[in-house]
Structure formats: C-alpha cells, structure tokens
C-alpha cells in the first residue's frame, strides 16, 4: 500500500467518523438513544477524558479543566508520532498490512483530535436538547471539545439468577462500553499488527529467529 492509497483510507475513516458524530450531536439529546437490533443501540454520551472515559484529574492533582488540555495537547504529539510513522513506512514500502494498519489507527486518533480540539467551540450544549453546529454561544472553548461516543452493544442484558450469594437479582450487561468510528478503526489497526504481526514486521521477526 502507497502513501495515496493510505490517505484515501485516513480520509475515508475520518468522514464517516465525523458525519456519524455531527448526526447524532445534531439529532439526540444527551442520553437519548434507539434500538437498532435488541444487542445493538446508537447512544449519544460524551467522552471528556481518556480510553473508558478516564479523566486525567482521576489520577493527577489538577483541574477538569487543565487535565483536559494536557490530554489534549498530548493527544496532538501523539498523532504526530503517528503520523510520521506511516509517512516513514510508506517511503521505505513497508508490507501493506503494517501501512494500512498505521493508517487506521492514525485516522481513529486524527478523528478523536478534530472532537477534543474543535467540538468545544462548533456546538452548544447538548443536555435536554439538540446540540446546534456553529452555535452562537458554544459548550466550550478551543481544545476542551468533548468526543461523542454512539455505538454501544450490549450483547447480553439481564438479572443475575436469584442463587449467586450478594448479586442475586441485580441488573448486570455485557458489553458496556459505549465508543465511535474512529475508536473502533483504532481497534482494528491495533488488532491487525497483533494478529499479523509476523507480516507486519517480517525483518524484525527473522532476526529475532536467526538470534
């Protein structure tokens, strides 16, 4: 895979990331959601930390506020690192699962960016209401965006048998979490190196052999 084809790819991810955030921001409230099928629901939150909503104040004596542009401004030389390196790959015509796979998980991190960066400013609020796009009066302010999260799958919903000691009868789902396009493009580039990772990486792996 070239350069090109690797960046019809990034631009690919990035557009249906960022339709799918636009319209769900612009057509549910805060919490709103439809049942697609019984194990698959599109449910609008926000995400104003890291991975599984973790906030850099949960573990470090800041602000929200200041957590957050650190997160942020980290985020940004991460996807530069990135970034680099598929440029890198490309030029050296590395095999074309380790550039798709760097592809996919830059477009995942640029798609999350363009939320954390710009969101704060392009929207109002969206509690009780639907968000408006270019809002006069904005949630936010620049880079202190919050990623929207929609795709949520809990594929098993149900009451805990009567029987099991302490959780008898309480509510109990799986699979909580609730992530985007560009979280699941992440996933998969992360999957492939592991599961193809000999591909990926065939200099690496011979000379680890040879040694």
């Not at 895979?1 to 690797?6: D, E, G, I, Q």
């Not at 609730?178 to 996933?187: L, T, W």
């Amino acid at each position: 895979m070239n350069l090109k084809k690797a960046t019809l790819l990034i631009i690919g991810v990035l557009l249906i990331d960022q339709i799918s955030k636009i319209y769900v921001k612009t057509h549910f409230a805060l919490g709103e959601y439809v049942d697609v099928f019984s194990w698959f629901k599109i449910l609008f939150v926000e995400n104003e930390g890291a991975a599984w909503g973790t906030k850099l104040s949960d573990v470090l004596p800041v602000s929200d506020k200041s957590g957050k542009l650190v997160l942020t401004v980290f985020r940004l030389f991460a996807i530069c690192g990135i970034g680099y390196w598929l440029y890198d790959s490309a030029k050296t015509k590395k095999p074309s699962i380790l550039i798709a796979s760097i592809a996919l998980i830059f477009a995942g991190a640029f798609g999350n960016i363009i939320d954390s960066v710009f969101y704060g400013i392009m929207f109002d609020d969206s509690h009780n209401q639907l968000a408006t796009l270019f809002a006069e009066e904005p949630y936010g302010t620049l880079f202190h965006g919050k990623v929207v999260d929609m795709l949520y799958f809990p594929l098993v919903d149900g009451v805990w048998p009567s029987w099991i000691p302490g959780i008898g009868g309480k509510h109990f789902s799986f699979f909580d979490p609730v992530f985007n396009i560009a979280d699941s493009a992440i996933s998969i580039g992360v999957a492939l190196l592991l599961v193809f990772n000999k591909k990926a990486f065939p200099k690496q792996n011979d000379e680890t052999s040879e040694a």
